[in-house]
T-cell receptor, first 114, second 114 residues
Framework: DAGVTQSPTHLIKTRGQQVTLRCSPK?????VSWYQQALGQGPQFIFQ???????QRGNFPDRFSGHQFPNYSSELNVNALLLGDSALYLC?????????????FGDGTRLSIL | GESVGLHLPTLSVQEGDNSIINCAYS??????FIWYKQESGKGPQFIID?????DKRQGQRVTVLLNKTVKHLSLQIAATQPGDSAVYFC?????????????FGRGTSLIVHP
């Protein structure tokens, strides 16, 4: 039973470029959340997708957008990259948006902006 | 415990000792609390959770205590092993719109010396 898988594992971009990160949720899960984790910090919530729609959003600018596909996989897009976007981007999946459903995390995509 | 300054709080213990990691949460309306373990190069891994109507929950070698009066959460690890070395995050879940979105603390680094 595959867990949450993310691709790519590492990525290097330059300022102003655009990037797309991908996530496949754990089998049986239908909800995907994305987080940004800066070095030495806890994960910060970006947004959550359920039923192919963005249901909740954290305090991130519109440069951050996403998509969920019918098979529940998801993409995170970041436009006009800034140096401060360098971080580990984590995807987490769960079964629906209920309270007591722990999220399962992937190992993340390490994004470096030069 | 919760972070101050730029450096991650660190707890160093000897193998076989019991470890206690503390966390102060911010929202008295939070309904659900989770502890995650994050090893280097990996995503956060679920350890144990507790609902706000409980004050203690035990798992295998781990116990979570919740004190809602002072908004304090702790994770106790019995007979700590070198494999327990990691960064530990507490997260609180609060209902936001139709979803329960977790808010993570900065984390505590646990170092277990053999």
């Amino acid at each position: 039973d595959a867990g949450v898988t993310q691709s790519p594992t590492h990525l290097i971009k330059t300022r102003g470029q655009q990037v797309t990160l991908r996530c496949s949720p754990k089998s049986g899960h239908d909800t995907v959340s994305w987080y940004q984790q800066a070095l030495g910090q806890g994960p910060q919530f970006i947004f959550q997708y359920y039923e192919e729609e963005e249901r909740q959003r954290g305090n991130f600018p519109d440069r951050f957008s996403g998509h969920q596909f019918p098979n529940y996989s998801s993409e995170l897009n970041v436009n006009a990259l800034l140096l401060g976007d360098s971080a580990l981007y984590l995807c987490a999946s769960s079964l629906n948006r209920a309270l007591n459903q722990p999220q399962h995390f992937g190992d993340g995509t390490r994004l470096s902006i030069l | 415990g919760e972070s101050v300054g730029l450096h991650l709080p660190t707890l160093s213990v000897q193998e076989g000792d019991n470890s206690i990691i503390n966390c102060a949460y911010s929202n008295s309306a939070s309904d659900y609390f989770i502890w995650y373990k994050q090893e280097s190069g990996k995503g956060p891994q679920f350890i144990i959770d507790i609902r706000s109507n409980m004050d203690k929950r035990q798992g295998q070698r781990v116990t979570v205590l919740l004190n809602k009066t002072v908004k304090h959460l702790s994770l106790q690890i019995a007979a700590t092993q070198p494999g327990d070395s990691a960064v530990y995050f507490c997260a609180e879940k609060t209902r936001t719109g139709g979803s329960y979105i977790p808010t993570f603390g900065r984390g505590t680094s646990l170092i277990v010396h053999p």
